[in-house]
């Protein structure tokens, strides 16, 4: 895997969970410590922009850190990391969806067919 590929994801990761570089080094900073590693921020910043690769330890402690599949940060599964947020906002959608009148239902359901169709990809 390209070390570009590996920062994109990490910093897929990264924004997925609305943070900031220095508050992901912040956070792994008790893992770092009983693993006797180190993470600066610049060496955060040069695995994101792809200027460094991070070693496979290093990518298990980020995928602990962001609560990802560290097969999918080094790039190995093409499948999008599974992050929580995602769990809760399916639950919020279907939780809205339930509410609807059937014509709503279906409105929704129109709008959402036009969107994909609309795709380029």
């Not at 298990?60 to 995602?86: M, S």
Request: hydrophobic residues 45%; charged residues 30%.
């Amino acid at each position: 895997m390209p070390i570009t590929e590996i920062g994109k994801r990490l910093k897929k990761a990264i924004q997925a969970k609305g943070l900031m570089q220095i508050q992901v080094v912040e956070m792994a900073a008790p893992l770092l410590e009983t693993r006797g590693m180190k993470l600066s921020p610049s060496k955060l910043s040069q695995y994101v922009t792809g200027k460094s690769t991070p070693d496979s330890d290093m990518i298990e402690l980020l995928a602990e850190v962001l609560d990802v599949n560290p097969a999918w940060l080094a790039g190995f599964e093409k499948e999008k990391p599974t992050l929580p947020e995602e769990d809760e906002l399916d639950e919020e959608l279907v939780r809205m969806l339930m509410e609807l009148s059937a014509e709503e239902t279906a409105k929704v359901l129109a709008f959402v067919q036009g969107l994909l169709a609309g795709r380029k990809d």
